[in-house]
């Protein structure tokens, strides 16, 4: 009678182990979609954030997949999130309309998109926000939170509230992400 263990081939790893060890190898570069949102008039020659953001966001490993700008309307708000969740993205990153005017609607979007609500995120951020004399940061009204296996973000728009908030929430962000893939490869 034959053993189990005779049938098995010891010389050929497993295809599973081979798809783990692939990954493991491989350097994790997670992906964002940048969402400028504002009720003004954007004037590209003026306003340099994308280029901010997109410089910070790669000194923390993120590829920088598009930057978008919306006006502050919630559906506006809300299309830019889903599509950067249907793309596949690790993280939409909103940066505006998160004060207390009647048009500043990106919490509300945000929370209409995600899944799961990350309270800590924000708190940090705000935190963070107040130690370093960033105003519109300590008193933003953003939220973190997952949608589907992205990651989103809001932002308060002031240059230091945005220099701030990627320091904060990279590393909270990155870990988040490890998580999500830990779970979808599972």
């Known amino acids: 009678m034959p053993n189990s263990l005779d049938t098995l081939d010891l010389n050929e790893p497993d295809e599973s182990v081979l798809l783990a060890a ?3 190898a491989q350097p994790l570069t997670p992906r ?6 504002s009720d003004h008039r954007f004037e590209a020659k003026d306003d ?3 280029r901010l953001i997109c410089e910070l966001l790669q000194e923390y490993n993120f590829t ?20 950067g969740v249907v793309g596949g993205v690790d993280l939409v990153l909103t940066l505006g ?3 207390v005017g009647p048009r500043d609607k990106t919490p509300e979007a945000t929370r209409a998109v995600i899944d799961t609500l990350v309270p800590g995120v924000g708190q940090a951020i705000r ?3 107040q130690a370093c004399g960033a105003v519109d940061a300590c008193t933003s009204r953003g939220i973190c939170g997952v949608s589907g296996s992205t990651v989103v973000v809001n932002l308060a728009p002031s240059r230091q509230a945005i220099r701030d908030g990627v320091s904060t929430f990279a590393p909270l962000v990155t870990h988040l992400i490890s998580d999500l893939n830990r779970y979808s490869l599972a």
């Open 22 to 24: 692939e990954l493991e």
């Open 32 to 37: 964002a979609l940048v969402v400028l949102v």
């Open 48 to 50: 340099d954030t994308d």
């Open 64 to 83: 920088v997949d598009a930057v978008v700008r919306v006006k502050s309307k919630k559906a506006a708000i809300r299309k830019a999130i889903e599509t």
């Open 97 to 99: 309309g998160t004060g």
């Open 127 to 129: 935190s963070s926000g």
